[in-house]
């Protein structure tokens, strides 16, 4: 009885992940984060017919051959469920590698499919893809396995859907149309989201608040279009600079803002050097010239800094950025209580 | 044509009563593993695919509460009971299909010694003289 109370907190725990994700990559990497808490598999995988990819979060040591019969196996079990043939070649596949067992129980190079269980993803009738357990182990999933894995389907099918029909708004509502950065608002939503993951699982969070210096300066020089262009292209090396957990938002103007979760100081301090060297050494095209411009950078991090909410967070990131800025620009500050 | 038995009940009717039992437990079973919806559209996708070749079965209406024959029984009771029964075997035969086609043999372990008495018995209905 205690097993299964454990269980189902966990299958709790994995649907609010599902319904709090905002794109199907996070959906999958939190799911596949938490699904080796209910289930022994080597890979866990999303078709998802929207966007003829196939998601899959799998063991570290799986072969490729392994992927590759996976993948064919739930193309093939669509295709049985769908009206048209589906095709292996015209379906993008996304591999996701972590280590879901201990060394001793690495699988063997030649491992091939013993057991999977395939669901539809289905909303209203309408088949939107499918999800699938898949492991190298004979007869590796029993009924129950098979309960709590519909329940888990059944809620990725329901994100997913709402994914689709507001796709097109939530393109516009979250994204900065200049930078294609993330917005403000999304920036609020998601923080409101990692701060919460942090404050009560007591996870490490930082925020890099990042400023331009002098970029009036560019915007009276050269004029706004040639303002936007730099805003662009630093956009551009701050989304190169960041791990594929981190958050990018244009936060106004000239200001931006990184949300990396599970970094610690000296994790961020290192991301936002990169960032502060990498502009430093960049030649910006402004108009017919080329130039040098520079970057000031403010950390604030949970729990070094003892922040209680987001906002805390947010004005210890914007004094740090101050500080960086009194300090002499083109340098990154770590928050200072004192 | 459909043959009354000495109890006075239509074959076809003795058919139908076991195949609509046959679905109601396999829709408990199977409902409880995978869950009303997906299985809404499991036995959706098979009532399609086979009803074309026994259009009686497209009469069959499936929704998230089970399965009901009502409409079945009124339009098709003077159907030969033979005819009902192949059609149900081919149903239940692409349904097992589909079951091990997504989990192997996690939901057929569960139904399979269900519908295999149930069939039987239907075929020893159907062929009494």
Redesign the interface.
């Known amino acids: 009885m205690r097993l299964i109370f454990k269980n189902l907190n966990i299958l709790r725990s994995i649907i609010n992940t599902i319904n709090t994700s905002f794109e199907i990559k996070e959906i999958v990497e939190s799911a596949g984060n938490n699904l080796p808490n209910l289930f022994e598999f080597s890979a866990f995988g999303v078709l998802w017919k929207a966007e003829s990819t196939l998601y899959l979060y799998q063991e570290e040591s799986c072969p490729s051959s392994f992927t590759q019969e996976v993948a064919r196996n739930m193309v ?2 669509f295709s ?2 769908g009206e048209e043939p589906n095709d292996l070649d015209r379906v993008t596949l996304q591999v996701e590698k972590r280590k879901l067992r201990p060394s001793h129980m690495m699988m063997d190079p030649k491992a091939t499919l013993k ?6 993803l ?1 909303v209203e ?1 309408e ?1 939107i893809g499918c999800v699938s357990l898949n492991s190298d182990q004979p ?1 590796a ?3 129950q ?3 709590f894995f ?2 888990i ?2 809620q990725m099918a329901a994100t997913l859907k709402h994914f689709q029909r507001f796709s097109s708004v939530k393109t516009m509502a979250i994204y900065d149309t200049l930078t294609t950065l993330y917005n403000r608002g999304y920036l609020e939503e998601r923080l409101i989201i990692e701060a919460q993951k942090s404050f009560y699982g007591g996870i490490a969070l930082s925020l890099v608040m990042v400023d331009i210096d002098h970029f009036k300066k560019v915007n009276d020089t050269f004029g706004h279009t040639e303002g936007d262009k730099v805003l662009k292209e630093i956009a551009s090396l701050l989304k190169t600079s960041v791990r594929k957990k981190d958050t990018v938002a244009r936060y106004g103007g000239e200001e931006f803002i990184l949300i990396l979760p599970e970094a610690g100081l000296d994790e961020a301090s290192m991301i936002a050097e990169r960032i502060r060297r990498l502009v430093e050494s960049t030649l910006f095209e402004v108009g017919q010239a080329r130039m040098n411009l520079t970057v000031s950078l403010g950390i604030s991090n949970f729990p070094s800094h003892h922040a209680r909410s987001k906002e805390d967070l947010v004005k210890m990131a914007d004094q740090a950025l101050y500080d960086a800025k009194r300090g002499g620009r083109n340098r990154v500050c770590i928050f200072n209580p004192a | 044509m459909a043959k009354e038995t000495k109890g006075g009940k239509w074959t076809s009717d003795l058919v139908l009563d076991l195949y609509s039992s046959l679905l109601s437990e396999v829709w408990e079973v199977v409902s409880a593993l995978i869950g009303e919806a997906i299985l809404e559209l499991l036995f959706n996708l098979s009532i399609k695919k086979i009803g074309e070749k026994y259009p009686f079965l497209n009469s069959l209406k499936v929704s998230e509460e089970g399965i009901s024959l009502e409409k079945m029984r009124e339009d098709y009771r003077s159907m030969p009971p033979v005819e009902i029964h192949r059609g149900f075997q081919s149903l239940f035969n692409h349904l097992l299909n589909l079951f091990s086609a997504l989990t192997e043999g996690v939901i057929s372990r569960e139904v399979f010694p269900k519908v295999f008495p149930k069939v039987r018995e239907a075929e020893r209905l159907v062929s009494q003289k």
Do not use: K, W
Request: charged share 15%; aromatic share 12%; no cysteine.
């Open positions: 093939r079990v049985i469920l057991s999977y269980l395939t669901l539809p289905a009738e088949i007869n999933f029993d009924a396995d098979l309960q519909s329940v389907g059944y």
